[in-house]
């Protein structure tokens, strides 16, 4: 009955992402910075947790011109909710290298985090990475 009926979607979450565990900033750097620090446009995504802080998967919002790209609340929470993810941490790169946050990074950072306490999906961190170093707006103490 409904066992075999859950067993495909199951299936299937474990193939989209690695069982990965994310418990700290660093965790989050260790897997993003090889995939996105580079990137010559700044990218803006969502790794969408379970409970436990395991990835669930990993969802590129925006892609950008050189130096910015717009987000909206809209994009990260559809795509949170439909990972049904419990916790997500939000990334972006700085292409120029340098992960320090603009006054965007923080405000838009605050304004997720808001978004996030309302739908009941915790935003616990938002990285900026840069030329293999992050800023985790966390540790700053924005979140």
């Avoid at 969502?46 to 892609?63: E, W």
Wanted: hydrophobic share 45%; net charge negative.
């Amino acid at each position: 009955g409904k066992l075999w009926t859950a067993l495909p979607f199951g299936a299937q979450l474990a193939a989209e992402a690695p069982c990965l565990l994310l418990k700290t900033p660093a965790d989050a750097a260790c897997y993003l910075l090889p995939l996105y620090s580079l990137r010559p446009v700044e990218t803006f995504g969502v790794l969408a947790l379970d409970v436990r802080h395991h990835l669930i998967k990993d969802m590129i919002v925006s892609t950008g011109c050189l130096t910015s790209t717009l987000v909206h609340p809209r994009e990260v929470f559809v795509a949170a909710i439909e990972a049904r993810a419990a916790g997500i941490v939000l990334y972006h790169n700085h292409p120029s290298g340098d992960p320090e946050p603009s006054g965007d990074d923080l405000a838009l950072t605050r304004r997720l985090a808001a978004g996030g306490s309302l739908l009941g999906i915790e935003v616990l961190d938002h990285l900026i990475l840069g030329a293999g170093r992050f800023v985790s707006l966390k540790e700053r103490g924005v979140l």
